[in-house]
């Protein structure tokens, strides 16, 4: 690797890739010490220019008429892609998702694929056990990869995208018998296995539990994150690691703080929770076997680690916690999502209104006559 610099006074690196071509990339940079970090990051494969044989194929040119789906989801990998390591986190996800879709529609060229193409591979993602949020985010997917075909000039215009209904009104919530059976089934996990991580899978669980974060949030947590307000502890999420990409503070609780000089001692690479999310659910179906067999009369396989979110809201709802600051504590974008995912108003909640109209009338000398 050597850094050149431009008579514009931007750094260029030249480096031999992977494929043994020599490489000369502009950095984008003028400062040296930025530049030096950005042509690691080239070098090491991290958002790297396509090469020139990379490139999408210009508009109209029998290349772009030959493209497949497969070399769609490719090209979207690379460079100014959407799916490119710099502009996207979940590689994981994204190498799974083209894994799968390239083995449905990969062969198809792009300029052929039509709507009932996409509703045929709805229908097969269905066919897989997909769940509907499952469906929903792939074809999401593929309605991206479009975009960017369409926006490079691939096609003339994307198709139509299958709409995949997805119901995310959450019902079910932890109630107070079955929250301390999870405890007692970890606590028991706790001192049979003390090698294994049961000990932060506990308060990972309390943490879900008394935050209401989504699970990928405290994954990705460091010990930053731990701050005060008002000389109150809170966690603050910056906005690269939620689903909105809007930063937020919530408080914590004291059962947190208590945990906190544990998590701070043993941090891995400073993360408060160095876990990978299917270890988590991993260990998370063990105990929903374990509170079946301690106590036949419990039952809790509905219940997902996506429930301690719905129920930290909730309690927070039924606790008289306005809706709207729950709304800010949940990270949602808009109020209404809080209102139509996480309040159930039932008729019994309702007679309290009966009251208050009664006592409003009370003083009033209306006499009602019958006829």
């Known amino acids: 690797m050597q850094l050149r610099r431009k008579p514009s006074g931007v750094w260029v690196v030249d480096y031999l890739d992977d494929k043994g071509r020599r490489r000369r990339v502009s950095t984008g940079c003028k400062d040296k010490r930025e530049a030096q970090k950005r042509a690691r990051e080239i070098v090491n494969g991290i958002d790297v220019p396509p090469a020139p044989d990379e490139q999408p194929p ?3 040119s029998a ?6 789906m497969a070399q769609l989801f490719d090209l979207c990998c690379k460079g100014q892609g959407p799916w490119s390591p710099r502009r996207a986190k979940s590689q994981r996800t ?11 529609i990969g062969s198809m060229p792009i300029t052929e694929v039509t709507y009932q193409h996409l509703r ?3 229908r097969d993602l269905f066919a897989r056990g997909y769940a509907p949020a499952t469906v929903k985010r792939k074809m999401d997917a593929v309605g991206r990869a479009l975009t960017f075909a369409e926006e490079e000039g691939l096609i003339p215009v994307r198709p139509k995208m299958p709409q ?5 009104i959450q019902e079910r919530i932890l109630d107070e018998a079955e929250e301390v059976a999870v405890f007692a089934a970890i606590e028991k996990r706790v001192k049979a296995e003390p090698s294994r991580q ?6 990972l669980i309390r943490f879900l539990l008394d935050t ?4 990928s949030e405290p994954l990705q947590a460091t010990t930053g994150w731990i701050t005060a307000h008002q000389g109150e502890p809170v966690i603050e999420i910056p906005g690269w690691a939620t689903k909105t990409g809007k930063g937020r503070t919530v408080p914590l609780t004291a059962a947190i ?6 998590l701070r001692i043993t941090a891995v690479n400073d993360r408060l929770f160095d876990m990978k999310p299917a270890n988590v659910w991993y260990m998370w179906n063990t105990i929903r076997e374990d509170v079946k067999a301690q106590n036949p009369k419990l039952n809790i396989d509905d219940v997902k680690l996506h429930t301690l979110r719905h129920t930290c809201l909730t309690r927070l709802l039924r606790g008289g916690f306005p809706l709207h600051k729950v709304s800010i504590w949940a990270g949602h974008a808009d109020v209404k999502i809080t209102m139509d995912r996480y309040t159930k108003v039932n008729s019994g909640e309702l007679l309290e209104g009966a009251g208050i109209l009664n006592r409003a009338s009370a003083g009033s000398h209306l006499k009602v006559v019958s006829a």
């Open 198 to 203: 049961w000990l932060r899978f506990k308060h």
């Open 94 to 104: 994204i190498a799974s998702n083209i894994k799968i879709l390239s083995g449905l």
């Open 257 to 262: 703080v208590e945990s906190l000089p544990y």
């Open 164 to 168: 995949t209904e997805v119901d995310n």
């Open 212 to 215: 209401g974060c989504r699970l």
């Open 63 to 68: 290349e772009a008429k030959g493209t497949t």
């Open 120 to 122: 045929q591979l709805q």
């Open 58 to 60: 210009r508009p109209g």
